[in-house]
Protein backbone atom coordinates (compact mmCIF):
# COMPACT_ATOMS: atom_id res chain seq x y z
CA UNK A 1 0.00 0.00 0.00
CA UNK A 2 1.55 3.51 -0.76
CA UNK A 3 0.98 6.53 0.77
CA UNK A 4 -1.55 9.04 -0.41
CA UNK A 5 -0.54 12.55 -0.98
CA UNK A 6 -2.40 15.34 1.46
CA UNK A 7 -2.33 17.94 -1.08
CA UNK A 8 -3.04 16.94 -5.05
CA UNK A 9 -1.82 18.41 -7.83
CA UNK A 10 -3.74 19.30 -11.75
CA UNK A 11 -3.16 15.55 -12.47
CA UNK A 12 -4.33 14.33 -9.07
CA UNK A 13 -6.86 16.34 -7.27
CA UNK A 14 -9.02 13.54 -7.14
CA UNK A 15 -8.59 10.37 -5.29
CA UNK A 16 -8.62 7.37 -7.22
CA UNK A 17 -11.90 5.74 -6.53
CA UNK A 18 -13.47 9.27 -5.21
CA UNK A 19 -16.80 9.42 -6.49
CA UNK A 20 -18.46 13.71 -6.60
CA UNK A 21 -21.72 13.55 -6.70
CA UNK A 22 -22.93 16.54 -9.64
CA UNK A 23 -24.84 18.55 -6.98
CA UNK A 24 -21.27 18.75 -5.06
CA UNK A 25 -18.76 20.84 -6.35
CA UNK A 26 -15.04 20.17 -5.03
CA UNK A 27 -13.11 23.16 -3.86
CA UNK A 28 -9.01 22.66 -4.04
CA UNK A 29 -7.39 24.81 -1.63
CA UNK A 30 -3.78 25.84 -1.79
CA UNK A 31 -1.20 23.37 -0.13
CA UNK A 32 0.18 26.10 2.03
CA UNK A 33 -2.79 27.56 3.58
CA UNK A 34 -2.97 27.92 7.24
CA UNK A 35 -5.21 30.75 7.01
CA UNK A 36 -7.88 28.29 5.09
CA UNK A 37 -7.67 25.72 7.63
CA UNK A 38 -9.91 26.58 10.83
CA UNK A 39 -8.08 24.92 13.59
CA UNK A 40 -5.12 27.35 12.80
CA UNK A 41 -7.58 30.40 13.36
CA UNK A 42 -8.57 28.95 16.81
CA UNK A 43 -4.47 28.65 17.53
CA UNK A 44 -3.92 31.97 16.46
CA UNK A 45 -6.84 33.16 18.89
CA UNK A 46 -5.47 31.81 21.68
CA UNK A 47 -2.40 32.19 21.46
CA UNK A 48 -3.37 36.02 20.63
CA UNK A 49 -5.82 36.26 23.46
CA UNK A 50 -5.30 33.86 26.28
CA UNK A 51 -1.63 32.89 26.13
CA UNK A 52 0.18 35.56 24.49
CA UNK A 53 3.12 37.53 26.79
CA UNK A 54 3.57 34.68 29.37
CA UNK A 55 6.24 33.16 30.88
CA UNK A 56 6.02 29.49 32.21
CA UNK A 57 7.63 27.78 35.25
CA UNK A 58 7.32 24.66 33.92
CA UNK A 59 5.81 22.03 32.04
CA UNK A 60 2.75 21.75 33.99
CA UNK A 61 1.91 25.45 33.75
CA UNK A 62 2.36 25.29 30.12
CA UNK A 63 -0.01 22.62 30.22
CA UNK A 64 -2.57 23.97 32.36
CA UNK A 65 -2.59 27.74 31.01
CA UNK A 66 -3.50 25.18 27.33
CA UNK A 67 -6.46 23.11 29.24
CA UNK A 68 -7.47 26.86 30.91
CA UNK A 69 -7.59 28.51 26.97
CA UNK A 70 -9.36 25.99 25.81
CA UNK A 71 -12.18 25.55 28.03
CA UNK A 72 -12.25 29.34 27.84
CA UNK A 73 -12.50 29.45 24.30
CA UNK A 74 -14.77 25.83 23.89
CA UNK A 75 -17.59 27.30 26.58
CA UNK A 76 -18.09 30.47 24.09
CA UNK A 77 -20.11 28.48 20.65
CA UNK A 78 -20.58 32.15 19.33
CA UNK A 79 -17.23 32.57 19.64
CA UNK A 80 -16.29 29.39 18.12
CA UNK A 81 -18.75 29.87 15.53
CA UNK A 82 -17.37 33.50 14.65
CA UNK A 83 -13.39 32.12 14.07
CA UNK A 84 -14.10 29.19 12.28
CA UNK A 85 -16.61 29.59 9.82
CA UNK A 86 -16.53 31.25 6.87
CA UNK A 87 -19.25 32.92 4.72
CA UNK A 88 -18.02 31.09 1.17
CA UNK A 89 -18.30 27.72 2.87
CA UNK A 90 -21.44 27.67 3.91
CA UNK A 91 -23.96 26.35 2.24
CA UNK A 92 -27.72 27.63 2.02
CA UNK A 93 -30.68 25.46 1.83
CA UNK A 94 -33.63 26.75 2.14
CA UNK A 95 -32.87 29.62 3.70
CA UNK A 96 -30.98 28.01 6.39
CA UNK A 97 -27.20 27.73 6.73
CA UNK A 98 -25.18 24.50 7.49
Known sequence: MTAQPNHGTAKTRRPR??????????????????????????WQYLRQNTLANRVFRDDRQIVDACCDAWNFFANDPALVASITSRHWAQVKLRGRRY
Request: overall charge negative.
Open 17 to 42: GLVVPDTITLLHLPASSPELNPMELV
